[in-house]
Antibody, heavy 117, light 107 residues
């Protein structure tokens, strides 16, 4: 069974930083692209970032480019999202998802990031 | 960038009803389209990919159709567990984009 467990979400002030983690199990992590998708309270889904299976290619939404950085440690089966210069509009539940091409096949339960003073 | 537009934004239906949700892409995406179901407080779940292929374990009352720019998701006979919000997503090219969602509510 595929399991994706996000952690690291919390309340941070505007301009602050945070690192989210996503621990994966139940599949061969190193052979799958992984993505982050977020959902602001009461809003729809927004794709944030994707990283290739080996980590050599990364992709970002324009809204987060230059502030959020995706990475992975295939030896630890873990995906990360480093979030810098956070803004109130970054407030959302952040989901990690296992991908196949651009399809998002399996999702974690999400972790809430709140950016507020 | 490809934009995805869903309609309606919400639909009220009764148990046993046939429900159809529409999704339009701003340019040709062939059949590179997915449908997701999301229940309140839960993560989205992949229902259909490649416009019409059911993900393993998804009930056969769900079906998807379309190609090019116009797509639809149909629930043939609405069940209690189907009340949720549904999203389409284009998987044709970067950046992947979701539609705004369609909430299926109880009439």
């Amino acid at each position: 069974e595929v399991l994706l467990l996000e952690s690291g979400g919390k309340l941070v002030p505007p301009g602050g930083s945070l690192r989210l983690s996503c621990a994966a199990s139940g599949f061969t992590f190193s052979t799958h692209a992984m993505s982050w998708v977020r959902q602001a309270p009461g809003r729809g889904l927004e794709w944030v970032s994707t990283i290739s299976s080996g980590g050599g290619s990364t992709y970002y939404a324009d809204s987060v480019k230059g502030r959020l950085t995706v990475s992975r440690d295939n030896s630890k089966d873990t995906l990360y999202l480093q979030m810098n210069t956070l803004r109130p509009e970054d407030t959302a539940v952040y989901y990690c998802a296992k991908g196949s091409t651009w399809y998002l096949v399996d999702w974690g339960q999400g972790t809430l990031v709140t950016v507020s003073s | 960038d490809i934009q995805m537009t869903q309609s309606p934004s919400s639909v009220s239906a009764s148990l046993g009803d046939r429900v159809t949700i529409n999704c339009r892409a701003s340019q040709d995406i062939s059949t590179w389209l997915a449908w997701y179901q999301q229940k309140p407080g839960k993560a989205p779940k992949l229902l259909i990919y490649a416009a019409s292929t059911l993900q393993f374990g998804v009930p056969s009352r769900f079906s998807g159709s379309g190609s090019g720019t116009d797509f639809s998701l149909t629930i043939s006979s609405l069940q209690p567990e189907d009340f949720a919000t549904y999203y389409c997503q284009q998987a044709h090219s970067f950046p992947p984009a979701f539609g705004g969602g369609t909430k299926v509510e109880i009439k």
